[in-house]
Structure formats: structure tokens, C-alpha cells
């Protein structure tokens, strides 16, 4: 009898030491309430202007105490404290962040063993980023990180399991995806989604897809007069990325938002015929010392140098199919735009009542306008008719938006003025404070993990066939 009691004494004592763990865990599953300063930051190795945009503003619930690790020397943390002090010190509506620093090569073994925060937030150098995550979400920490969250197949595998561990540990982990915030993007989700005016998304075909994006950016850029400085392994898609698996997540994940709004798109069953190809963007020794600041090739580069220039693989395609629909994407590095140019941007998404357009070039002076188009098929009358109606409607809630002919048979400006519309770094705000809420109500929708999951595993999948 003595031994049996001693046996379950045992056993009492290691479920306690097990429930004692999975609290220590689960806790911040009933940690948030939506009261001031409970959410307390952790910034993890900054290396990207984004991880500063975040703090760009002050909110309520999150405590003016940060804890940032990085290792020793590096720019990306220089580069983060100045913009946090710029917050800091500005005349208009000045943040009050009070950041305690930690640098070292074990900075992230410190991370996890201080565990002063309750939310890490990754934006850098992308190599380790979803080893980062995992370690973070192994940690019972919440993540809400930059993309892209993985760059290669066996990043994809590691992003997989850190949902799947996320879960058991009842913490969230969010990818940034900020283009929703856009009002033009909002405003063309609303009108896809009005079946009396779009129709139904067409099929496509590979040389005509439903949905095509092409987007164009540049390794150099001024910004208010300053050059923009890279940090040099930007330049090595080893630790970047390449192009394709970079740029391309916002343009999936606006795909998924606006043509399957709530849906769960199940990479294993709904994705389909994924191919690909990448070619490289030519950058000399001159060009990459503008750029970095620094005065030479780092050793990690030299293997793609042919002919005394750098070879970057940050231009690309990708085709699939999503529900039975075709799609292309196409996304290309410069090294510098023009001269009064700037970055460029062209999208269609064909429905069968109606084509929606998205340019952003030199005639709309850079900026982003939408279009619309009927399609031959459609009577004229019936498709002006449906127009009217739709904007009619848009105009209850949005009020602003506006329609008119263009000099093109057919083709229609949806008019959202420029002061309606949030700079892009305001968006940072509106997804740090979706991803606080989420904390809270612990209802984060299925779809937004089962689509960041089909995203990445189509950017991955497209570097590997790429490469092949």
C-alpha cells in the first residue's frame, strides 16, 4: 500500500510539473484583454526599415518599454534606434518608446531566456527568419513578422511546423501583409465582389491568365534627397531572397483577399501546376559601393560574380493555377529607375461581366489607378448600367469614390482621390493593431494561416523549379 501511494504521489507530482510548463506556455492565451501597455515588444535582429515603421506611431495597448537583441555590429539595429529616436523627437506627436538593448552572437538564446516581451516582431535578414520564428513560437512568444517568412523549401517546411506548434502553444503568428489597407485595394475587392458587375473570376488560359501582376522596383532609390542604404547581403538571395520569392507574397496574398475573400486555399488540393524561370539583374562594383557603402564585394557574394559583376537573381515568373484559375505574376529589380521615374506597377483581373485594371507608371505620374473595362462579350448598356449601379452602392460607405470615361472605347477611371488614401506607412499601423485584436479575441480566421501557407508554399516551390 505504502508503495502505491508513493507511486501515485509520483505521478501527482509530474502531472503538476508538466501543467506548471504548459502554463508557463499557454499563458498568453488569456494574457490579453485589450487594456493599455499589455503588449510588450521584443524587435529581433532589425535589419529592414519596416520593423521601425510598426513604432511609427504610439498605441494603447502596447507599453512604451521595448526589448531589442541584435548581434554585435549591425546596421540594421544603427539604422532602427535612429528612426525610433526620430519618433521620439519630432514636433508632431512624438512616441515615447524607451528601448533596452541587448546585442551579442547568442542574442537570440538571450531572447528566449529572458522572455521580457509577449510579441516578437522580425524584419531583416530573412535566412534565419523562419528559424527565428519557430524558436520564438517554441518559446510560447507571439510573432508578427515581415515577409517574406521563407525564402526556400526547407524554410517552407520550418514555417509549416511553427503554425502547426503555434497552436499547441496557443500563441499567433501574423505575416505583414499591408497592400490590404490600400484603399484602391480596397475599393477593387469591393467591385470583384459584386457579382451583378464582375461576374465570376474567368478561368484564363497559360497565355492569357484571369489574373496577371507585374511589378518593378529599384536597389537604389533617394529618399528626401537621401540615398536609401542597403545593407549588403540585400543583394545575396541566400539571406534576401529572390525576386520571386519576395515581392510576389504581396501580390498572392492580394490575389487570395480579393478574388477568394474567406476562403481557405489549401495548397495541397487547390494549387496546381506551379512553373517558373529567373534571370538576373547585373550590378558592378561601383553601383553596389553606392548602394551599401561599402568598398568591395563581401566574401558571400563572390560566387555570383561573373566578369567582375554581380549577378542578382531578383527577377522572375510564376505560373499556377488557384481553384481552377490561371495566373501570372512577373516581378524585376533595377539597380535605379530613370530620371523622373519611379517604381511601376501593372495588374488585370478578368471577370466576365467586367476587367479590372491597375497601372501605376509614367502616365498616372506613379501613382496607382484603377480602371475598369468591359469585356467584348457584354452589351454596352447593360454593362454601363451595372457601373453606375455598383459605384452608387461603393459611394454609401465610400462616399469620395467617383467614375469617369477614359479617352479608350470602354474604359472607365475609378477615382479615389490621393488625400483618401493612407500613405504606405500608415498600413503598418493598421496591421500591427489587426494582429492586437486578434490577440485578444483569439478568432483569427482559418483562411488567413491556410492562405499564408499556400503563398509560401507557392513563392518556394517556384524558386526550386526556377533553379532546376
Same mark, same amino acid.
Given at each position: ?112 531566456? *529572458? ?30 513578422? *515581415? ?99 519576395? +515581392? ?78 490561371? +495566373? ?16 511601376? /506597377? ?19 505620374? /506613379? ?10 462579350? +457584354? ?10 449601379? $455598383? ?8 462616399? /469620395? ?50 492562405? $499564408? ?16
Amino acid at each position: 500500500m505504502k508503495d502505491v501511494i508513493m507511486l501515485i504521489s509520483l505521478l501527482s507530482s509530474i502531472l503538476m510539473s508538466c501543467a506548471g510548463k504548459s502554463n508557463s506556455l499557454n499563458d498568453s492565451k488569456t494574457l490579453f484583454s485589450g487594456k493599455e501597455g499589455e503588449v510588450r515588444l521584443i524587435i529581433l535582429d532589425p535589419g529592414h526599415f519596416h520593423a521601425s515603421l510598426l513604432q511609427k506611431n504610439s498605441m494603447k495597448q502596447v507599453s512604451d518599454t521595448m526589448y531589442v537583441y541584435a548581434p554585435n555590429s549591425s546596421i540594421g539595429l544603427d539604422q532602427y534606434l535612429s528612426a525610433i529616436k526620430s519618433f521620439n523627437q519630432r514636433l508632431d506627436n512624438p512616441t515615447k518608446w524607451k528601448e533596452i538593448v541587448y546585442t551579442g552572437d547568442d542574442f537570440m538564446d538571450k531572447m528566449v531566456s *529572458d522572455r521580457l516581451g509577449n510579441v516578437v516582431i522580425l524584419a531583416g535578414n530573412n535566412k534565419n527568419k523562419s528559424k527565428n520564428i519557430a524558436a520564438a513560437i517554441d518559446a510560447g512568444i507571439n510573432v508578427l513578422s *515581415d515577409k517574406p517568412m521563407a525564402i526556400n523549401k526547407h524554410d517552407f517546411k520550418k514555417l509549416e511546423e511553427a503554425y502547426n506548434n503555434a497552436e499547441v502553444n496557443n500563441v499567433l503568428l501574423y505575416d505583414i501583409m499591408t497592400e490590404r489597407y490600400d484603399m484602391l485595394n480596397i475599393i477593387e475587392r469591393e467591385l470583384i465582389n459584386n457579382q451583378s458587375f464582375f461576374g465570376e473570376l474567368e478561368k484564363g488560359t497559360s497565355d492569357n491568365p484571369a489574373v496577371y501582376m507585374e511589378s518593378v522596383h529599384h536597389f537604389y532609390k533617394e529618399v528626401s534627397g537621401a540615398p536609401l542604404i542597403r545593407p549588403a547581403w540585400y543583394y545575396d538571395v541566400e539571406q534576401q531572397g529572390e525576386g520571386i520569392a519576395d +515581392v510576389t507574397t504581396h501580390l498572392i496574398d492580394l490575389l487570395f483577399w480579393k478574388c477568394f475573400p474567406i476562403a481557405a486555399i489549401d495548397y495541397k488540393q487547390d494549387i496546381k501546376e506551379i512553373t517558373a524561370s529567373h534571370w538576373p539583374t547585373s550590378i558592378s562594383l561601383q553601383q553596389f559601393i553606392k548602394s551599401t557603402g561599402e568598398l568591395s564585394f563581401p566574401d558571400y557574394l563572390q560566387k555570383y560574380i561573373e566578369n567582375s559583376t554581380l549577378q542578382v537573381y531578383s527577377n522572375g515568373c510564376i505560373n499556377f493555377d488557384v481553384k481552377g484559375h490561371k +495566373v501570372g505574376l512577373k516581378v524585376e529589380w533595377n539597380f535605379q529607375a530613370p530620371d523622373a521615374s519611379s517604381d511601376t /506597377f501593372m495588374s488585370k483581373i478578368e471577370g466576365t461581366r467586367a476587367i479590372l485594371k491597375t497601372v501605376q507608371d509614367k502616365e498616372q505620374g /506613379f501613382t496607382k489607378q484603377l480602371y475598369v473595362i468591359k469585356p467584348e462579350k +457584354v452589351n454596352a448598356d447593360d454593362f454601363l448600367h451595372n457601373l453606375k449601379a $455598383t459605384i452608387d452602392n461603393i459611394q454609401i460607405k465610400y462616399p /469620395f469614390v467617383t467614375v469617369s470615361p477614359t479617352s479608350k472605347e470602354h474604359e472607365f477611371l475609378i477615382d479615389i482621390p490621393i488625400e483618401k488614401r493612407d500613405a504606405h506607412e500608415s498600413h503598418f499601423k493598421y496591421v500591427a493593431e489587426s494582429f492586437f485584436s486578434y490577440l485578444v479575441t483569439q478568432d483569427i480566421p482559418e483562411w488567413e494561416i491556410s492562405n $499564408t501557407l499556400a503563398k509560401y508554399y507557392i513563392t518556394t516551390q517556384a524558386v526550386e523549379i526556377a533553379n532546376e
